[in-house]
């Protein structure tokens, strides 16, 4: 895992007394190494992986730069803490939220795995992402009134659907922002 700042050399903590427990980190997602999931996985599904998705999550969200003190990960999401449905089990284990002036590396989205943790960004930051959400309110155009007093990403889904005449599905969270379902 490598990380980018925005103006070191150090070790990510690994958790407690195990191997790391991550076989991916795409974008802004960590997967744990689960028995469930993989044949070699590391750790039995349930109560074993709960601990170690939660210490892993808890250490992301302690490391620090180094160089400036700061942290890296404002916050890191367990998924079955922020998402609901019938497809959570597809999701990262962990979701990522960059704390402002950091982000993942370039090369770890296509599979490279850098040989430091942290890296100077020397590229343009645009329509970056990776921020927690908190930091990223989002914005919304429209060509009619909102009758929703606070859409959220997930009502994007729900009034295309609206739009288009076509039923959300009862599984679907969120609702149209123009018929104020939110």
Not at 54 to 71: H, S, V
Request: glycine share 12%; with cysteine.
């Amino acid at each position: 895992m490598s990380f980018r700042r925005k103006s070191w050399n150090g070790d990510f903590p690994a958790p407690t007394g195990r191997r790391p427990g991550l076989t991916g980190l795409a974008s802004t997602g960590c997967t744990s190494t689960s028995a469930a999931a993989e044949a070699a996985g590391i750790v039995a599904a349930g109560g074993e992986k709960e601990a170690l998705v939660r210490e892993i999550a808890a250490n992301l969200e302690a490391f620090k730069d180094p160089q400036t003190g700061d942290r890296v990960i404002q916050k890191a999401y367990v998924a079955k803490d922020v998402y609901s449905g019938a497809h959570v089990d597809a999701a990262p284990d962990i979701v990522l939220g960059f704390a402002p002036g950091y982000r993942i590396s370039w090369k770890s989205p296509v599979g490279q795995i850098p040989a430091q943790i942290m890296e100077t960004n020397t590229a343009k930051w645009s329509g970056d992402h990776m921020g927690a959400a908190e930091n990223l309110p989002g914005i919304v155009l429209t060509n009619g009134p909102l009758k929703a007093e606070s859409p959220a990403l997930y009502d994007v889904t729900a009034t295309i659907l609206d739009v288009f005449g076509v039923d959300k599905p009862k599984d679907y969270v969120g609702g149209s922002i123009f018929r104020g379902e939110t």
